[in-house]
T-cell receptor, first 117, second 111 residues
Framework: GAGVSQSPSNKVTEKGKDVELRCDPI?????LYWYRQSLGQGLEFLIY????????KSGLPSDRFSAERTGGSVSTLTIQRTQQEDSAVYLC???????????????FGEGSRLTVL | SQKIEQNSEALNIQEGKTATLTCNYT??????LQWYRQDPGRGPVFLLL?????KEKRKERLKVTFDTTLKQSLFHITASQPADSATYLC??????????FGKGTTLSVSS
């Protein structure tokens, strides 16, 4: 696609339910990132993928959070047993590998806004 | 642990003035540093990248400096306009690691 696509754009769920957030990166981008942004706060790093592997999962807040990437393309972020503090905008970004002429800039999606009641 | 600090307070300036935003980092050895702009309700948008061997980079009204001794980058917007009002994020990038962002500085340009 032309840009990074995220779905759903908005999700309201009840505490304790599981949610899945999807990210379709720009075709050919090898790196894919997930960030979380709470209202009025900065970007909190969650996890990044290089191809299908995740070299750095250090930002995942708890074992209720998991992510996978298949075929070097689509990624899914899953939050199990959601809590109210999980409410935030979840942003996905993709990039070419930094090097050569590439600046490794991240291209962000519009985010998935999650509200846990 | 790695830490990135940006001007914690919002920056308010008059149209036409130069805005200067600061990004300091500790426990990093970045080979690159990126700057992004974020508007309310939108994802960040890439502005500039500066490499460790570059002291200064310019793009139109934007200028970025990178001092690896001071562990600091300065981001300047000259002849600022109300349309420049946004939050600006810095992200030092160390090879082989994830891109982590500072909390950002919110710039407000009044006419």
């Amino acid at each position: 696609g032309a840009g990074v696509s995220q779905s759903p754009s908005n999700k309201v769920t009840e505490k304790g339910k599981d949610v899945e957030l999807r990210c379709d990166p720009i075709s050919g981008h090898t790196a894919l990132y997930w960030y979380r942004q709470s209202l009025g706060q900065g970007l909190e790093f969650l996890i990044y993928f290089q191809g299908n592997s995740a070299p750095d999962k250090s930002g995942l807040p708890s074992d209720r959070f998991s992510a996978e990437r298949t075929g070097g393309s689509v990624s899914t972020l899953t939050i199990q047993r959601t809590q109210q503090e999980d409410s935030a905008v979840y942003l996905c970004a993709s990039s070419l590998y930094l090097g050569g002429a590439s600046t490794g800039e991240l291209f962000f999606g519009e985010g998935s806004r999650l509200t846990v009641l | 642990s790695q830490k990135i600090e940006q001007n914690s307070e919002a920056l308010n300036i008059q149209e036409g003035k130069t805005a200067t935003l600061t990004c300091n980092y500790t426990n990093y050895s970045p080979a690159y540093l990126q700057w992004y702009r974020q508007d309310p309700g939108r994802g960040p948008v890439f502005l500039l990248l500066i490499r460790e061997n570059e002291k200064e980079k310019r793009k139109e009204r934007l200028k970025v400096t990178f001092d690896t001794t001071l562990k600091q980058s300065l981001f300047h917007i000259t002849a600022s306009q109300p349309a420049d009002s946004a939050t600006y994020l810095c992200a030092p990038l160390q090879a082989g690691t994830a891109l982590i962002f500072g909390k950002g500085t919110t710039l407000s340009v009044s006419s």
